[in-house]
C-alpha cells in the first residue's frame, strides 16, 4: 500500500518542453489543426523526453519522503465547442490550456523517473459557461468527481478499474486555473473537517519551493458558522467536537460546563451548592434553556424542562409560604433534594400531588402526606393583586379551559404532561404547536400557547419571592454563552 498519494491538477505551467511552457508549443492553433499537430509533437517527445519537464511534479516528489503516487487531472474543454460557438483568440486558449493532451507523455516520463502516477479525465461540461474558469461550476463538478472517486482511504480511478489505498492524502493546490486549485483546495479542506488524513502542498514559484500546511486556519474558520448555529440551539456536546484542540482549556472548559448545565448535570461544577440553591439553579438552567428548544420546535424536550420547572416552583412556593414549616433538604444518599416538613422536633419528607398543590393556592390549604400520615396545610392569603393571576394560572394548569393550544384542543398542562412522561406521546402537541408558529410567525408572539405558559411560569417564580435569584442565574448563563461566542 503506498504511504501516500499526491492529488492536483496538471496546469499549463506545469509542463514543459525544451526548457519554455509547453502551452506554446500548441497556442495559437484552432481544434482540427492542434489535434493534427499534436500527433507529431506527442511521437517526438515520446521518443526524446529529455526535451520534457514537469517541474511542480518533480519538486513535490523530491519534497516528500515517503514516494507518494500521484492522482493527476487533467482538463478537457472539447465538449464545448459542440454546443456553443467559441470563436477566435478564446477559442485558441481554451484549446491550448487543457491538460489531457499531454496525459501520454506524462505517463512516459513519470515512468522514466520512477514516479507512480494515474491520470483522470477531468471533463468540463459544456454548460460551465467560462470553462476551467467559471468558479460556481468548477466546484460543482469537482466536489462531484471526488466524491465518485475518492472513498474510505481508496482512489477508485474508473468504475471498474484499479483502486489504490493511501495513508494519507496530499492536495497540491499550486496549480491550474484559479477556481480548480480553489475547488480542489476547499473539497480537502472539507475532508478535513470530517477528520480525514488530508495535508496540502502548495509550490511557490519563481523557486518552486514546496510548503506542505494542514490548513488548519481556514479549517478554523469554516467550522465557526457552524459553531455560531449550534450556540442558537444550545448544542453544546457538537461544540465541543469542533472546538477540540483549537481554543484554549479554558474555553473548552465553559463549553463543557453549559453542555452538562443544559443537561441538568451539576454535580461536577455545582457540589458546594446548598439543596435549596440547588434547586433554585435547575429552576434557572430550566429557565435559560428553554428557549433554545422552543426555538427549533423540539416540544417534547421543552415540555419536559417546563414540567419540572413548574413542579420545582410550586414546591418551593410551599416552602416560600411555609416560614420555616419547610425546607430543602438533601436525601442520606446525597443524590437528590427533596421537600421536607418540620413538626416540632419531627422533620419528614413531604409527599403531595403537584396538582393538590396547585390546586390549594386558591382554596387555601392542600393535602400531603408525611411519615406516611395525611396532613392538611393551610396557605397564606394571596395578595389581592395576584389572585386574579393565580387563577389564569389554575385554570392553565389543572383547570378550566386548561392550556389553550388551538381552538379545538385544550387541556390542562399537567395533563399533557402527565400524557407525555407516562406515554411518549408527542405527536399532537408537536402538530399543534407547530401549526401554532406557522401561523403566528414566532414562538416568543405572545399569543403562542409556548409564550403562554412561561408566563405562567414567571408569574409562579415571582409569586414564591425567587424571581431576582432566579434571573440572576438565567443572566449568567446567557452572559457565559455570549462570552464563549465572543472568544470564537
Known amino acids: 500500500m503506498p504511504g501516500a498519494i499526491v492529488l492536483q491538477v496538471l496546469g499549463t505551467s506545469d509542463v514543459r518542453v525544451d526548457g519554455e511552457p509547453g502551452q506554446r508549443q500548441i497556442e495559437g ?6 489535434q493534427d499537430y499534436f500527433e507529431i509533437l506527442r511521437q517526438e517527445l515520446l521518443e526524446d523526453l529529455d526535451r520534457v519537464d514537469f517541474p511542480l511534479i518533480r519538486t513535490a516528489f523530491q519534497h516528500l519522503k515517503v514516494s507518494p503516487e500521484f492522482v493527476v487531472l487533467l482538463t478537457d474543454q472539447r465538449g464545448r465547442f459542440t454546443d456553443q460557438q467559441i470563436l477566435g483568440e478564446g477559442c485558441r486558449e481554451i484549446i491550448s490550456s487543457d491538460g489531457h493532451w499531454w496525459q501520454e507523455i506524462l505517463q512516459a516520463w513519470c515512468k522514466r523517473q520512477g514516479i507512480g502516477c494515474h491520470c483522470i479525465r477531468f471533463a468540463v461540461p459544456p454548460e460551465a459557461g467560462s470553462g476551467v474558469a467559471d468558479w460556481e461550476a468548477m466546484a460543482e463538478r469537482m466536489t462531484q468527481l471526488l466524491g465518485q472517486m475518492i472513498r474510505n482511504n481508496e482512489v477508485h480511478l474508473h468504475p471498474d478499474g484499479p483502486v489504490l489505498s493511501f495513508e494519507s492524502l496530499f492536495i497540491q493546490h499550486s496549480s491550474g486555473t484559479p477556481a480548480l486549485s480553489s ?30 500546511h494542514d490548513g488548519s486556519h481556514w479549517q478554523w474558520r469554516l467550522k465557526v458558522p457552524q459553531i455560531q448555529q449550534l ?21 473548552e472548559k465553559d463549553i463543557r460546563r453549559l453542555d452538562r448545565a443544559v443537561s441538568f448535570n451539576l454535580r461536577e461544577s455545582h457540589s458546594g451548592l446548598s439543596p435549596e440553591e440547588e434547586v433554585l439553579e435547575r429552576i434557572a438552567i430550566a429557565c435559560w434553556s428553554e428557549k433554545g428548544f422552543r426555538e427549533r420546535g423540539q416540544w417534547m424536550h421543552w415540555m419536559l424542562r417546563i414540567a419540572g420547572a413548574f413542579e420545582l416552583v410550586l414546591k418551593h412556593l410551599i416552602v416560600h409560604q411555609g416560614e420555616g414549616s419547610f425546607s430543602w433538604q438533601r436525601e442520606p444518599n446525597n443524590r437528590c433534594v427533596n421537600l421536607y416538613h418540620r413538626q416540632g422536633d419531627d422533620v419528614q419528607v413531604v409527599v403531595a400531588k403537584i396538582t393538590a398543590i396547585a390546586d390549594g393556592l386558591q382554596q387555601g390549604r392542600f393535602n400531603g402526606r408525611r411519615n406516611h400520615q395525611e396532613f392538611t396545610y393551610t396557605f397564606q392569603p394571596v395578595p389581592a393583586q395576584e389572585r386574579r393571576r393565580l387563577s389564569q394560572f389554575q385554570q392553565f394548569y389543572c383547570g378550566q379551559p386548561g392550556w389553550v393550544l388551538s381552538q379545538s384542543t385544550q387541556i390542562p398542562f399537567a395533563d399533557i404532561r402527565n400524557n407525555l412522561y407516562h406515554s411518549l406521546q408527542g405527536d399532537a402537541i408537536d402538530q399543534v404547536l407547530d401549526q401554532k408558529t406557522q401561523s403566528l410567525g414566532s414562538v416568543a408572539h405572545q399569543e403562542h400557547p409556548a409564550q403562554v405558559a412561561i408566563g ?3 408569574f409562579l417564580i415571582e409569586l414564591a419571592g425567587i424571581r431576582d435569584r432566579v434571573q440572576e442565574r438565567v443572566s449568567h448563563y446567557q452572559g457565559l454563552v455570549e462570552w464563549v461566542r465572543e472568544q470564537l
Open 231 to 251: 450556540l442558537a440551539v444550545q448544542d453544546f456536546a457538537g461544540i465541543l467536537q469542533l472546538v477540540r484542540g483549537n481554543v484554549p482549556s479554558s474555553i
Open 456 to 458: 405562567h411560569l414567571w
Open 183 to 212: 475547488a480542489l483546495y476547499l473539497w480537502g479542506i472539507e475532508q478535513k473537517l470530517a477528520n480525514k488524513n488530508i495535508k496540502f502542498l502548495y509550490l511557490s514559484r519563481p523557486d518552486e519551493q514546496v510548503h506542505q
Open 29 to 34: 492553433l484552432t481544434l482540427a489543426d492542434v
